[in-house]
């Protein structure tokens, strides 16, 4: 086997840094942080009311039928009625928005 090298010492007058000059703060550091940070008002969001129904979906996910959501039966029931081959339709929830109609006396 060969003989493993030593690490020469280093020389200590290379290892010394010169020591850093403490800067003097700005005048811009200095107006950043007297001046405190403005805030805003916070902007309420909008309330939006869903309705759930039941939707009959086809194999490409695409909504063949919607019923109200007291309607399951007639629901499940559509969905057998479409299921006929190897073309399965299943039920599912669907939530929609409500819009409200606001009225201008």
Do not use: C, Y
Not at 42 to 70: C, M, P, S, T, Y
Not at 81 to 93: I, N, Y
């Amino acid at each position: 086997m060969a003989a493993k090298k030593k690490p020469k010492p280093l020389d200590e007058s290379a290892i010394k840094k010169k020591p850093r000059k403490k800067k003097e703060p700005t005048e811009k550091k200095e107006a950043a942080v007297a001046k405190p940070k403005k805030t805003r008002a916070k902007k309420e969001a909008e309330v939006v009311r869903l309705r759930i129904f039941w939707g009959v979906f086809n194999h490409q996910l695409k909504r063949v039928a919607l019923f109200d959501f007291n309607q399951r039966k007639a629901a499940e029931k559509r969905a057998e009625e479409l299921s006929t081959g190897d073309k399965p339709h299943f039920v599912q929830k669907v939530k929609e928005k409500v819009e409200e109609v606001v009225e201008k006396a």
